[in-house]
Nanobody, 125 residues
């Protein structure tokens, strides 16, 4: 069974950091474009960043540019989202998603075929 599982969310103070993990079972993340999205309460899900299918080229949304990095550990079959200088407006459920077809990771939800269940990130003092 193909499965994506996010982990690493939690409660953090403003200015703090978190590293989210996206693990997979049933398929390899090594040659798969992976996107990260988030959904704040009462808002639409929005793109945060992503990593291409190969060569690990990454992209990040302006809303978090300079504060996040996306990386991949092939040996662990895991993609990470490192978030720094977190703000209360970063609160939400964070999802990873897999795109098996495209080389270049996309910004649209429709680019991705497979989604994890999400992990909650709460930034509060």
């Amino acid at each position: 069974q193909l499965q994506l599982v996010e982990s690493g969310g939690g409660l953090v103070q403003p200015g703090g950091s978190l590293r989210l993990s996206c693990g997979a079972s049933g398929f390899s993340l090594v040659n798969t474009a992976i996107g990260w999205f988030r959904q704040a309460p009462g808002k639409e899900r929005e793109w945060v960043g992503c990593i291409d299918k190969a060569y690990d080229h990454t992209r990040s949304a302006d809303l978090m540019k300079g504060r996040i990095s996306v990386s991949r550990d092939g040996a662990k079959n895991t993609v990470y989202l490192q978030m720094n200088s977190l703000k209360p407006e970063d609160t939400g459920v964070y999802y990873c998603a897999a795109d098996y077809d495209r080389y270049r990771c996309g910004r649209r939800e429709s680019d991705y075929e497979h989604w994890g269940q999400g992990t909650q990130v709460t930034v509060t003092s």
